[in-house]
Every structure is written in structure tokens, then in C-alpha cells.
């Protein structure tokens, strides 16, 4: 049974930097894709960001040039690098896994929240 854990949100100034963690219990390397997702209140999911086994990954337009994406294999673990946070990025971000041949991502972390502070 896969799961996912994440872990490094908290409480940051607008402008700093937060680096989020999610650990897959099982194997990343039957994750065709892994994505951060996040919600704030009132409002919905959305994708942040998604790598892809050997292609380049993809950003939310309004994280890009300030978030990356990418994976340690031999950790199996997935980090979001946030830089230059802003007040609109405060969320609960949640990590999501796909497996090859699946239209969904089937895998879901239990998310952990980034508030962004004036």
C-alpha cells in the first residue's frame, strides 16, 4: 500500500522561503508523475507544480520562476522549493502521486499548511 507524507509547512514572512517534503511509503519510481497540489480557503485545488519520469516539469503561472519541483529518487521523497513566498500562496499543500496508465492522480498526501505573513 502506497502513501504519502508530507512535511515543512509553517508559518513564513512574505519574500522567504519554505522547502515542503513528501515521502512515498512504497516506491516513487512506480509514480509516473508527482505534483503539489494546494487549497486555500474558499477556494479550489489547484495544481502547483508536476514533474514527469524524463520530461521537463509543469507550473501554475503563478508560481513559476519561484517554485521548483523535483524528486530524490533514492529517498524516495518529492520536494517543493518555494522562494519569494507571497501573501497568495498561503494554502494547505497536498502531494500527489500517478501511476503509469492512470488518468487520475490515485495517490493523495494529507497535506500540511503554508501561511504567508506581511
Known amino acids: 500500500q502506497v502513501r504519502l507524507v508530507e512535511s515543512g509547512g509553517g508559518l513564513v514572512q512574505a519574500g522567504g522561503s519554505l522547502r515542503l517534503s513528501c515521502v512515498v511509503f512504497?516506491?516513487?519510481?512506480?509514480?509516473?508523475?508527482m505534483a503539489w497540489y494546494r487549497q486555500a480557503p474558499g477556494k479550489q485545488r489547484e495544481l502547483v507544480a508536476m514533474d514527469s519520469r524524463g520530461g521537463p516539469a509543469n507550473y501554475a503561472d503563478s508560481v513559476k520562476g519561484r517554485f521548483t519541483i523535483f524528486r530524490d529518487s533514492g529517498k524516495n521523497t518529492v520536494y517543493l522549493q518555494m522562494n519569494s513566498l507571497r501573501l497568495e500562496d498561503t494554502a494547505v499543500y497536498s502531494c500527489a502521486g500517478r501511476e503509469p496508465f492512470t488518468s487520475q492522480f490515485n495517490y493523495w498526501g494529507q497535506g500540511t499548511q503554508v501561511t504567508v505573513s506581511s
Open positions: 512504497g516506491s516513487i519510481l512506480s509514480m509516473n508523475n
